[in-house]
């Protein structure tokens, strides 16, 4: 006889061999032509140009991370305030806490600027040759270039 947890791995070993057997028979049947078509990178119906790889401004993960976290902070808010009323002050005390405690986090986010959205232009490197990968700073002798500046 099976207990609750047996019937439920039961259930999860019989799923996974389902999926596993419906991959290997899909394997097999399924025709396979790749070409340059099918093999080229799908951008939402666009041709895709350029250099995959663009360097991104770290903000963006800041703000992106900050949002994930004012928004678990609502996903907690909303079921205490269904049950306010049957857990008492204590939890009113505990909540205020939370909320008090990620007040004072988004303020000191606000402190540093990151909250700013004039995101100055990325830095682009360029090639010369003979020279390698410079940045914007450099300036080559007897030409318009800016001058590289150590920092």
Sequence with gaps: MLTDFGYIL??????????G???????????????????????CGEIPFGDARVQFNNRFYIIGLMFLIFE????????????????GWFAFAAMFVFVFLIFIGFIYELGKGQLKWDIPKPRIPRYIEGVGVVDDDYKEENSNEPVLQVK
Excluded: C, H, Q, S
């Excluded at 039961?10 to 999926?19: C, K, R, W």
């Excluded at 057997?21 to 951008?43: G, I, Q």
């Excluded at 996903?75 to 009323?85: I, S």
């Design 72 to 87: 678990v902070e609502i996903l907690l808010l909303f079921p205490w305030a269904v049950v306010f009323k049957e857990i």
């Design 21 to 43: 057997v419906a991959l290997f028979v899909a394997k097999l049947v399924r025709p396979d032509r790749p070409n340059e078509t099918k093999l080229m990178t799908y951008e």
């Design 10 to 19: 039961l259930f999860i070993v019989t799923g996974a061999i389902f999926v």
